[in-house]
């Protein structure tokens, strides 16, 4: 059962994001247009960027709403993993976009086109304002939810890029030098790359289930081994369910199976900070080598 101050907490932060998000996308359909009138391919980018904001808004209010599925009988860990599912696919789409925005880029800078400074720079002031207002509706729950508090990162960083397209626009409106406008896209694209590189590549670590980022899977090892009783550890498997979910499984050879089996919790949890674990204890005199997944060819 959850508290009513949880109920309230996931209430109030569903709230922000249904808002945020809805701000996003309006803004995002305003650059669009302001960049087929003014031909920017600037403006298109910033665009990127609200789209890329509004993905990850999305994906937190998956989050939110996967937190409360029960598990099932064939879903045995619930439906934790659709964020990285969702991750991945917001990722992969965001390089189909980039590829095109950088093909454009490389195109213009080839073939300049007129750019109309004025729209741009109107438009872009209206992007900027609308990271204002998202980075000032996330501010309050932003410290309560590492989920909204890595959107309210994201959309912090990308107030940095308004401000570029801003002065690309100011600078276009002044001095009518069409080439800024394909190399600001170019470098937003860049940008957007590199971003969601980290993304796909986390995605893809955790569907592969190896071992998460900050843990020490032979320190861990070694901490068992010396574990009173203990005299062979195996089949040590860490992974992650989901992007703040940790498990752990092992199997423990122990002529003291409680005692090692309180111990090892104890270890587990207070030095490696993990607390879903699986161990199985089992007796030397009865241990069997074709119940163990990774054990060595000696036994």
């Avoid at 600037?42 to 960027?49: G, P, Q, R, T």
């Avoid at 990722?91 to 086109?113: D, F, K, N, V």
């Avoid at 674990?277 to 089992?282: C, F, K, L, P, R």
Wanted: glycine fraction near 6%; aromatic fraction near 6%.
């Amino acid at each position: 059962m959850h508290s009513p101050h949880t109920h309230c907490s996931h209430a109030v932060q569903g709230k922000v994001l249904y808002g945020t998000l809805a701000i996003a996308l309006a803004f995002m359909a305003i650059e669009v247009i302001g960049g087929v009138i003014a031909n920017s391919l600037a403006l298109f980018s910033d665009a990127l960027h609200l789209l890329m904001d509004a993905g990850a808004l999305m994906l937190s209010l998956l989050v939110l709403k996967i937190a409360h599925l029960p598990r099932t009988v064939k879903m045995s860990y619930g439906y934790q993993r659709a964020e990285i599912l969702g991750a991945l696919a917001n990722a992969l789409s965001l390089w189909i976009l980039c590829a095109i925005l950088i093909y454009e880029a490389i195109t213009r800078l080839m073939h300049p086109q007129a750019v109309r400074g004025p729209i741009v720079f109107v438009v872009a002031a209206i992007g900027l304002i609308a990271n204002i207002i998202m980075v000032r509706r996330l501010h309050p729950t932003q410290s309560h939810s590492l989920n909204i508090r890595a959107v309210y990162l994201h959309i912090l960083g990308d107030l940095l890029g308004s401000i570029a397209v801003l002065l690309g626009g100011a600078i276009l409106w002044l001095t009518n030098w069409n080439l800024i406008d394909p190399i600001i896209s170019l470098l937003f694209a860049l940008g957007i790359v590199y971003g969601s590189w980290r993304v796909i590549a986390q995605s893809i670590k955790i569907l592969m289930e190896s071992t998460p980022d900050g843990v020490d899977a032979i320190a861990i090892e070694r901490d068992l081994r010396e574990v009173k009783g203990v005299t062979e550890v195996h089949d040590l498997h860490v992974w992650t369910v989901s992007s703040h979910h940790i498990a752990l499984s092992v199997h423990l050879v122990t002529t003291q199976p409680q005692a090692s089996l309180n111990e090892a919790h104890q270890i587990l949890e207070k030095k490696h900070d993990i607390r879903h674990m699986t161990i199985q204890v089992e007796d030397p005199s009865s241990f069997e080598p074709k119940f163990c997944y990774d054990c060595d060819k000696k036994h």
